[in-house]
């Protein structure tokens, strides 16, 4: 008997486009009817719509859930299409609609849980799912490489076996060829669609593409309209339906056609709110014809984030770090250096059969032309200069052929020849930079070239930058976010004042976020660390001191990482710390890695943990945390509020809205427990507002992180047109002595956001001594202490007599 289709979801009572949106993390340990129980306090909180991690079926036990394996179903594990229903009920009665965040660049590579996979496996290129992966079956002689095994296969031949149908291998199972059940295993091998290998050939044979170099997840190719309809057919549904309103999706840089997607996307969807995790570089701009809201918000959290770094006092920190680690310049020494050397060993390590795949695509097709200037290139000489031309992009794709002239052409082509010791082959670089650009046909093999050429060059800046050079190059751990330029982390107002404006006129409704479910410390712990650039003296005094008190670090690198990570994080967890250094040291492979790990090394890093950071010594890094305590305070309170005023809207995740202080994942993927009872009842959530440690984000002294969290998204849902696509932005600014500390901004005229900034030098230099902000004209009410109010030329120490940040709202006309 078929079961009873779940009861429609009432008409979303939330605008199409949110105000604010709140990010959980589903995984099995937080499920539908979880984030259901939490409702209440979220729409309390003033957000619009809920924002949900992936939720379609995924690997069992997934944590993150980008693992899908059937796009067909809601994920059972979370409470199937059943619970996620019931949420939106729930958060609809709440006046909340959803987000969900969809990955059409991949599945996972488990044969076992994805049955289109299984088939293709099954029976090889002629099965109709073939078409959903970016298999290359002309190489690995017509089968897919797997890479599964512990060892060479000749050493675990034992360990495979053909039972009923299915080769197995430890937790692994693959489907057998018809036909090929009683062959002796070595020929039953031979004779599938498909070859088990040892796990280090990935590097260099692999015949798919991934997601990164990470083989467990298999590039789909959403560019094809069957694959598109398959694959999107239920969230399509979902939004019909009115279950879901608006969409996040997940890393376009490794679609073939991000463009050709995002419309066809858009179309399908008859353009409800869209967002896309796109990584852009500093002055890169999102492509204008995309068909969405804009981005995830990577890009203002690099702009939030460089308001409250000192450019000075990051100079003289830099300075401080070099002195004291005494590091390489291309092994941390100097950031551009850095990112130059791990891009290499990047490409021609882990992504070398991406590259292999690359070169020869470029031979057959030089090989072909009609012209004569590409022909006679040896395979070598192309290959040298597609890994120069690529290490040397600055963005993480071109997706037009003027993007591509911009990357590939002048100076980077220039400096690529001088990889060549014979000039004559120094001429495959003019060829591989026209291919890019098109200049040698436009038929379905250029195409297909230019579009791996791409998706290489967005994986390679992925694992290069913020997975190997950003754990290598330390000075500043809060300069090493996604999106975030280390070598010029400090930002001077009037270039965030032009960012909000362009993005106010361009993209209104674009995200904005400043901690997220990959940001490698969370913006608190950020907010602290910012705090050494204007300390830099202070701070290198005390490592010099626990450096001679504790136990000695493995390093002197890891030394000044580990110090920041316990000063940022505040009162340390020495497992917590102890987790995200081993993933810091084996992310940089400096002296250990994931895959050739160092006993002796990780083990010294544990040690180190135990006596030093989280040990004794870690007490005098401690009393520097407590001694700068108000202008941690200070950078905690301005970069929220900030976040939740400036254009855009703004995502919360999960637990922001009270201090959060979170590492590397899976640190800040952990589950958050949210008050069961309505916070305007003032039980549990008020008290948890208003009170706590004098001078924390969160305590006495003024408002808290949760009460301005509070104040800006109600004064958001009171005044959307402040806010929204029509709204304006305009810098306020102070007027005199101190007029640099204080970044202001209105929004249409009617809100007035006021922040320190660079409190500690603030200090340092005497205070506010008169410095005023000429407010727009009107009164102006502060929402954050009822009962004040403020006219004209507001003098800035009164109006930060309590709290470092000011929400002022308009209440009347002069």
């Not at 489907?175 to 599938?192: E, F, I, S």
């Not at 790990?597 to 407590?626: D, I, M, N, Q, T």
């Not at 305590?699 to 109600?714: M, N, P, Y």
């Amino acid at each position: 008997m078929t079961p009873e289709r779940p009861g429609p979801v009432p008409s979303p009572a939330a605008s199409p486009v949110p105000s604010a949106t709140y990010r959980l993390q589903l995984q099995p340990d937080f499920r539908f009817e979880a984030a259901a129980a939490a409702v209440p306090h979220l729409a309390s909180l003033g957000v619009s719509h809920l924002h949900l991690s992936p939720v379609l079926e995924a690997v069992p036990g997934s944590r993150h859930g980008y693992d899908v394996v059937d796009h067909a179903r809601v994920r059972a594990e979370l409470g199937g299409e059943e619970g996620l229903r019931a949420l939106a009920r729930t958060a609809r009665e709440h006046g909340l609609g959803l987000v969900v965040d969809i990955v059409p660049n991949h599945m996972a590579m488990s044969p076992r849980h994805n049955r289109a996979l299984w088939e293709v496996l099954r029976e090889g290129p002629e099965s109709p799912y073939a078409r959903w992966f970016d298999i290359d079956w002309r190489a690995g002689g017509g089968q897919v490489l797997l890479p599964v095994l512990g060892a060479p296969v000749g050493e675990v031949l034992d360990d495979l076996r053909a039972d009923g149908g299915v080769l197995r291998y430890h937790e692994h199972a693959f489907p057998l060829r018809d036909g090929t059940a009683d062959l002796p295993l070595p020929q039953l091998l031979d004779a599938q669609w498909y070859r088990p290998v040892w796990w280090r050939l990935a590097r260099t044979e692999l015949n798919y593409r991934r997601f990164f170099s990470i083989s467990e997840l298999i590039g789909l190719r959403v560019e094809d309209p069957e694959v598109f309809e398959a694959t999107h057919a239920t969230v399509l549904r979902l939004l019909r339906e009115g279950v879901v309103d608006g969409l996040r999706v997940d890393h376009p840089d490794g679609l073939a056609d991000p463009g050709g997607y995002l419309a066809r996307l858009h179309e399908a969807t008859g353009g409800r709110w869209t967002v896309v995790e796109k990584i852009l570089a500093d002055g890169e701009r999102l492509p204008a014809a995309w068909p969405v809201a804009g981005t995830t918000g990577y890009d203002a959290l690099r702009h939030v984030d460089g308001l409250f770094t000192d450019p000075a006092g990051y100079g003289e920190l830099l300075g401080r770090y070099r002195a004291f680690a005494v590091p390489q310049p291309d092994r941390g020494g100097d950031w551009a250096a850095t990112v130059r050397r791990a891009a290499y060993r990047v490409l021609t390590h882990e992504l070398a059969t991406e590259l292999d795949r690359l070169t020869r695509l470029a031979h057959r097709l030089c090989a072909a032309a009609p012209q004569p200037a590409p022909r006679d290139r040896a395979p070598w000489a192309l290959g040298t200069a597609l890994r120069e031309l690529l290490v040397r992009l600055e963005v993480y794709r071109p997706y037009t052929a003027a993007d591509a002239g911009e990357v590939v052409t002048g100076e980077a082509a220039a400096e690529a020849r001088l990889a060549f010791a014979v000039p004559e082959e120094a001429g495959a670089v003019d060829v591989v930079r026209d291919l890019v650009l098109g200049r040698y046909g436009d038929g379905p093999d250029h195409e297909e070239f230019r579009a791996r050429f791409a998706q290489t060059a967005s994986a390679l800046r992925a694992k290069s930058v913020e997975d190997t050079a950003f754990y290598r190059y330390v000075p500043l751990l809060s300069a090493t976010e996604v999106g975030g330029n280390p070598g010029n982390p400090a930002l001077d107002p009037e270039v965030f004042h032009a960012y909000c404006a362009r993005v106010q006129r361009d993209w209104p409704a674009t995200g904005t976020v400043v901690s997220t479910h990959d940001t490698k410390r969370s913006a608190d712990v950020r907010a602290a660390l910012a705090v050494l650039t204007e300390c830099p003296a202070r701070w290198a005094d005390v490592l010099a001191e626990v450096a001679r008190a504790g136990e000695g670090a493995p390093d002197p690198q890891l030394a000044w990482a580990a110090w920041q990570t316990v000063f940022g994080l505040g009162p340390a967890d020495g497992g917590r710390v102890r987790e995200a250094l081993l993933k810091h040291v084996r992310e940089a492979g400096l002296h250990t890695g994931w895959t050739e790990r160092v006993a002796s090394y990780e083990e010294a890093v544990e040690a180190f943990v135990a006596a030093g950071p989280c040990g004794a010594p870690g007490e005098r890094v401690a009393e520097l945390r407590k001694a700068v305590e108000p202008h941690v305070r200070a950078n905690v309170l301005g970069t929220a509020l900030v976040h939740l005023t400036m254009p855009g809207v703004p995502d919360l995740y999960q637990g922001t809205e009270h201090e959060y202080l979170a590492l590397v994942d899976p640190d800040n993927r952990r589950p958050v427990d949210f008050p069961t009872a309505h916070p305007a009842t003032g039980s549990d959530g008020e008290s948890r507002e208003r009170a706590g440690d004098s001078g924390r984000a969160d305590g006495a002294g003024g408002a808290g992180k949760a009460v301005v969290t509070r104040a800006a998204l109600a004064l958001r849902a009171r005044r959307p047109g402040a806010f929204g696509g029509t709204a304006t932005y305009e810098p306020v600014r102070a007027e005199g002595p101190a007029a640099e500390h204080c970044v202001a901004f209105a929004r249409s005229g009617d809100v007035v956001t006021a922040v320190t900034r660079l409190s500690l030098r603030l200090a340092q230099e005497g205070g506010w001594r008169g410095t005023t902000l000429p407010l727009p004209p009107g009164r102006w009410a502060d929402t954050l202490a009822p009962g004040r109010e403020f006219t004209g030329h507001a003098r800035v120490e009164e109006l930060f007599a309590d709290t470092p940040v000011a929400l002022l709202e308009r209440v009347g006309d002069e």
